[in-house]
């Protein structure tokens, strides 16, 4: 009797430590579930400083080597041209730009259309019908995803109001413009963008917040 | 900044006299200050743990009213410690380097440690330190100045490099946490023995 009685004794010991070591997998995989997406985010948040900090390092050799060079060399020839577009398509990661918006404390950097990187699923994405900053009265159309994932980087857009202001830095010179209109439209795969063609615009466009079925259209011009 | 030392003092004794905010904290920790100074004579439970319940009370309403402001410090401290594992400034990963190698003479002059922890430990630190020779190589190659933390991670190589030393470096320092934890626990228990 006494011999049975310590065997239970030490089977339910074992279930019960069996138990507790499947119970602490357990939550040690719903710790690493819950706290994966803030985390990647964070990651994400790390990634994006590094690589804006060496988008501005490169933009400051660039600006020390303009200074320094002869005037002759500025001259833009056809095969100067054709070395900047063979550049442009090779450039994979490398940002071309940075959006920063002060309010939201939005500060992203974005890659050349031809880059593969141009898509939504890994930056703020330039749009192929958009012109780059530097053309006059030209709009510069800029497209985010909004959520709760990392890649949202047009999370709080919606906390714009008219008047604020945002910035993009494109080959060396800041354009600065003022947010002067803000509509919504139905998420149908294409946008009209309604904006005033003899001034240079930014739109950014993301889906409407808390909303499935619409997509909103941030109208900026040039200050 | 630029206060003289009886200035600071000054004001550092006048800081808790500043607002009534700032005496209700005073008097809040001074209470809870006796209060633990008192049970140490008592050695009554009750009271330590309505103190530890006050305390955790108390801290638990502060993060509940700076709910925001405690998130993103958390946030920057994860931040910190993500920048350090995957962008390390030079200092960091030299500072790496100089553990490793303390560790790796220790290990080779203490006599009294086993073998298979000598040869894991030994695994590790020179996988890490061959790799910052590594990354001292490349940069002396790429002719790459090191103050510059972006001007490093420019390199993918060095990136590669650093992060997988950084990771090496990691599992030697949770190996001995855990070998030491362990050691320490086995020989107490034959102690008790």
């Given at each position: 009797m006494w011999l049975k009685d310590q065997s239970m004794q030490k089977k339910s010991r074992n279930i019960k430590s069996q138990l507790f070591k499947v119970g602490f997998f357990f939550l040690i995989i719903g710790i690493i579930v819950f706290f994966s997406t803030p985390l990647l985010k964070l990651r994400g948040e790390v990634f994006e400083e590094m690589r804006l900090a060496i988008f501005q390092m490169n933009i400051n050799k660039d600006n020390t080597t303009i200074n320094s060079i002869n005037t002759e060399n500025l001259i833009v020839t056809d095969e100067n041209n054709a070395v900047r577009e063979e550049n442009d398509k090779k450039a994979?990661?490398?940002?071309?730009g940075q959006l920063s918006i002060p309010k939201i404390k939005l500060k992203r950097g974005f890659v050349s259309k031809n880059s593969k990187y141009n898509n939504i699923e890994y930056n703020i994405a330039i749009a192929k019908e958009a012109d780059y900053p530097d053309k006059a009265k030209g709009n510069f159309i800029l497209m985010a995803h909004s959520g709760?994932?990392?890649?949202?980087?047009?999370?709080?857009?919606?906390k714009l109001e008219i008047g604020d202001t945002a910035t993009v830095s494109y080959e060396a010179k800041d354009y600065k413009y003022k947010l002067t209109k803000v509509y919504n439209q139905p998420k149908t795969g294409q946008v009209a963008i309604y904006r005033n063609y003899n001034i240079k615009t930014l739109t950014l466009i993301t889906c409407t917040h808390n909303d499935d079925y619409n997509q909103t259209i941030y109208i900026f011009e040039e200050i | 900044m630029d206060l003289s030392f009886i200035d600071k003092l000054l004001t550092f004794l006048k800081l808790p006299f500043e607002s009534f905010l700032n005496i209700e904290i005073f008097l809040i920790f001074i209470i809870l200050y006796i209060f633990l100074l008192y049970n140490e004579k008592r050695c009554n439970k009750k009271v330590k743990l309505t103190l530890i319940s006050l305390i955790i009370f108390f801290f638990a309403c502060l993060v509940f009213y700076f709910q925001e402001d405690i998130i993103s410090v958390l946030s920057e401290i994860i931040k910190t410690i993500m920048r350090c594992f995957y962008f390390p400034n030079i200092v960091f990963y030299i500072l790496t380097a100089i553990i490793s190698l303390i560790i790796l003479i220790y290990t080779n002059l203490?006599?009294?440690?086993?073998k298979l922890n000598k040869i894991i430990t030994y695994t590790f630190t020179i996988i890490h330190l061959f790799l910052f020779t590594n990354f001292i190589s490349l940069a002396i190659t790429n002719n790459?100045?090191?103050?510059?933390t972006a001007n490093i991670y420019q390199h993918d190589n060095m990136f590669v490099i650093v992060l997988f030393s950084q990771i090496i470096f990691i599992l030697l320092i949770i190996y001995k946490l855990i070998y030491h934890f362990c050691y320490i626990r086995h020989s107490k228990l034959k102690n008790i023995k």
């Open positions: 994979n990661y490398t940002y071309i709760n994932a990392y890649i949202s980087f047009f999370d709080n857009l919606y | 203490k006599s009294n440690l086993t790459t100045s090191l103050t510059n």
